[in-house]
């Protein structure tokens, strides 16, 4: 089977084609980025920005089935451009569903979201995700669209976008306190990467999927507990600094999947342990070189000042 990945670059895209190597299909990763020289993550590697229709028409001929995970990432970093995250996000993915169309692929999987939060990025992906819906209704076209929780894991990068895990490890790898938004007491649904990329391709050879499906472990875990696991990983007595919520969040959510139906469809699914994920994920950061940690911390502007410490 020929199956497409795009955004094969990416932190999940890079996972998925793994996992499809390892099952024996023949990738091709469609990205904007160039490849790393000498990396075989995907078989074949074409430079395509999702922008571009004509460009995706011809980068997707003669492929199986297409996982599209790319997108334009954030939180408050998109707050200010919401045109630039229509014409990714939106515009981009019915590039996608239209270039499988026209080239015979048999299904699509979109990568969406809980929509949560009334911000860029949630208004973007959540209306990709109905005009996916509208789209396989009146073409021959299947779209699997599952809803990804806080995926986390070896290889997530610490900067442009802010994500939960790297930057904490970035800030306890330099004895700082960890920033943490609100009270900490919102809550995560931490899905390791392996376990996502695997679950996906699961979704994508099942007969048939609910639309959409939530994809996370189900056990919700407060904001400030990750925080301090990662501190005590690293040792780092430097505590917790609570600051206030960042722009395009919304304090006090409970953010955690709904997996039933997910074990309805994979009655074996399975998870990483939490503690299992956290200690590779960490190791991996504190085996970085050092001058990412403090370029990530540099990009972010986290500095030492913070508004209350827990030690």
Same mark, same amino acid.
């Given at each position: 089977?020929?199956?497409?990945?795009?955004?094969?670059?990416?932190?999940?895209? @890079?996972?998925?084609?793994?996992?499809?190597?390892?099952?024996?299909?023949?990738?091709?990763?469609?990205?904007?980025?160039?490849?790393?020289?000498?990396?075989?993550?995907?078989?074949?590697?074409? $430079?395509?920005?999702?922008?571009?229709?004509?460009? /995706?028409?011809?980068?997707? *001929?003669?492929?199986?089935?297409?996982?599209?995970?790319?997108?334009? /990432?954030?939180?408050?970093? /998109?707050?200010?451009? &919401?045109?630039?995250? !229509?014409?990714?996000?939106?515009?981009?993915?019915?590039?996608?569903?239209?270039?499988?169309?026209?080239?015979?692929?048999? @299904?699509?999987?979109?990568?969406?979201?809980?929509?949560?939060?009334?911000?860029?990025?949630?208004?973007?992906?959540?209306?990709?995700?109905?005009?996916?819906?509208?789209?396989?209704?009146?073409?021959?076209?299947?779209?699997?669209?599952?809803?990804?929780?806080?995926?986390?894991?070896?290889?997530?990068?610490?900067?442009?976008?802010? @994500? !939960? &895990?790297?930057?904490?490890?970035? *800030?306890? &790898?330099?004895?700082?306190?960890?920033?943490?938004?609100?009270?900490?007491?919102?809550?995560?649904?931490?899905?390791?990467?392996?376990?996502?990329?695997?679950?996906?391709?699961?979704?994508?050879?099942?007969?048939?999927?609910?639309?959409?499906?939530?994809?996370?472990?189900?056990?919700?875990?407060?904001?400030?507990?990750?925080?301090?696991?990662?501190?005590?990983?690293?040792?780092?007595?430097?505590?917790?600094?609570? !600051?206030?919520?960042?722009?395009?969040?919304?304090?006090?959510?409970?953010?955690?999947?709904?997996?039933?139906? &997910?074990?309805?469809?994979?009655?074996?699914?399975?998870?990483?342990?939490?503690?299992?994920?956290?200690?590779?994920?960490?190791?991996?950061?504190?085996?970085?070189?050092?001058?990412?940690?403090?370029?990530?911390?540099?990009?972010?502007?986290?500095?030492?000042?913070?508004? *209350? $410490?827990?030690?």
């Amino acid at each position: 089977m020929r199956s497409a990945i795009i955004g094969s670059n990416g932190f999940i895209g @890079k996972a998925i084609a793994g996992a499809l190597q390892a099952d024996g299909h023949q990738t091709i990763g469609i990205d904007r980025h160039p490849t790393d020289p000498g990396s075989n993550i995907v078989d074949t590697h074409v $430079a395509c920005d999702i922008r571009d229709r004509q460009g /995706l028409f011809a980068a997707l *001929q003669g492929v199986d089935e297409v996982y599209h995970v790319a997108a334009f /990432l954030g939180t408050s970093e /998109l707050e200010d451009d &919401l045109r630039g995250a !229509i014409d990714t996000n939106v515009l981009g993915s019915l590039n996608v569903f239209e270039a499988a169309l026209r080239n015979g692929a048999r @299904k699509v999987f979109f990568a969406s979201k809980p929509s949560v939060w009334l911000n860029t990025y949630t208004i973007t992906k959540h209306s990709a995700e109905q005009i996916a819906r509208h789209f396989a209704r009146y073409h021959p076209l299947e779209i699997v669209i599952m809803r990804y929780l806080n995926i986390y894991g070896p290889g997530q990068k610490l900067y442009p976008v802010r @994500k !939960i &895990l790297p930057v904490f490890a970035a *800030q306890a &790898l330099r004895n700082r306190p960890i920033q943490v938004f609100g009270d900490g007491q919102q809550t995560v649904d931490m899905l390791f990467v392996r376990d996502a990329a695997r679950i996906t391709i699961d979704v994508m050879r099942a007969q048939t999927a609910p639309d959409p499906l939530d994809c996370g472990t189900g056990v919700a875990i407060s904001v400030l507990d990750v925080a301090t696991a990662v501190n005590e990983y690293f040792g780092n007595s430097a505590g917790v600094a609570l !600051i206030p919520m960042r722009k395009g969040e919304t304090p006090g959510t409970h953010l955690v999947a709904d997996t039933r139906a &997910l074990r309805r469809l994979l009655p074996d699914v399975s998870f990483t342990p939490w503690p299992a994920g956290l200690a590779e994920s960490l190791a991996w950061y504190a085996a970085l070189p050092s001058h990412h940690i403090d370029a990530a911390l540099a990009f972010h502007g986290l500095g030492t000042r913070h508004s *209350q $410490a827990w030690n």
